[in-house]
């Protein structure tokens, strides 16, 4: 068992003893994904693979309150964000825009990137090193912006 997965377990129970409803409830959701997947895949995940988990479902709750905010539902959108808040705290560090830009210029460099036809691989080579600790839509941004 992975430690951020005895992590989460962990913070299940304390918001559990708590009563932390909002909380208990997005630390399940998260608990529920990670089961969902390791029945599907019939594997334990690793942490690289939960923070990919939490990475992604960061992503769908912002694409969720721009949609909300959209409808007009800023009640929605708040429990979104709540939801982030939560995740977002078994995230690493998040990365600042410099630390981001640094990277990508190393990996411009050393792929010897010099198109947006090389856009793939530099994202490839970037992914793993961001994964869980910056937005990949700002991260496409920054290197859209080195290579065009």
Do not use: C, H, W
Not at 5 to 18: E, F, G, P, W
Not at 47 to 76: C, N
Not at 115 to 136: C, F, L
């Amino acid at each position: 068992m992975s430690t951020l997965k005895d992590t989460l377990t962990q913070a299940t129970k304390d918001a559990m003893k708590a009563r932390d409803k909002e909380r208990l409830a997005t630390l399940r959701l998260i608990n529920a994904e990670i089961k969902r997947v390791e029945v599907d895949e019939r594997i334990d995940l690793d942490d690289a693979r939960i923070l990919a988990l939490l990475d992604k479902m960061t992503k769908q709750r912002r694409d969720s309150i721009t949609q909300y905010e959209k409808a007009g539902r800023d009640e929605l959108a708040a429990v979104e964000q709540a939801e982030i808040e939560v995740i977002q705290e078994f995230l690493p560090k998040q990365l600042s825009e410099a630390e981001i830009k640094e990277i990508v210029v190393s990996a411009v460099k050393d792929i010897g990137a010099s198109s947006m036809a090389d856009m793939g691989k530099v994202i490839a080579q970037v992914k793993p090193q961001v994964q869980g600790r910056a937005d990949m839509g700002a991260v496409s941004k920054l290197v859209k912006a080195q290579l065009g």
